[in-house]
Nanobody
Framework: QVQLVESGGGLVQAGGSLRLSCAAS????????MGWFRQAPGKEREFVAT????????YYVDSVKGRFTISRDNAKNTLWLQMNSLKPEDTAVYSC?????????????????WGQGTQVTVSS
């Protein structure tokens, strides 16, 4: 098992940047592929980005490609999401998640553990 705690959310103006962190404890962090998801008011949970156990492979939803970067440091048991050029439509609760196995995934139901989420609000 692994416990996940997000931080770094907040209020930012359009065009600004935020860096979200996800701190992991418990089972070895490097055993899990990781992902970031978000849920805006009145919307379903949406996949944002995923990264492989080693950090070699990653994948993003089209709407954030070129703006967001997912990364990890297994020695620090930490996952990050660097968000640049933020838009009002990026406003959501962002959650990190961990999945067993070596494959990255875009479907939320493939992930086994979830953090509590952190609010990101982008003003226009």
């Amino acid at each position: 098992q692994v416990q996940l705690v997000e931080s770094g959310g907040g209020l930012v103006q359009a065009g600004g940047s935020l860096r979200l962190s996800c701190a992991a404890s418990g089972r070895t962090f490097s055993s899990y592929a990781m992902g970031w998801f978000r849920q805006a008011p009145g919307k379903e949970r949406e996949f944002v980005a995923t990264i492989s156990r080693s950090g070699i492979s990653s994948y993003y939803v089209d709407s954030v490609k070129g703006r967001f970067t997912i990364s990890r440091d297994n020695a620090k048991n930490t996952l990050w999401l660097q968000m640049n050029s933020l838009k009002p439509e990026d406003t959501a609760v962002y959650s990190c998640a961990a999945k067993q196995g070596i494959l990255i995934a875009t479907n939320a139901n493939e992930y086994d553990y979830w953090g509590q989420g952190t609010q990101v609000t982008v003003s226009s």
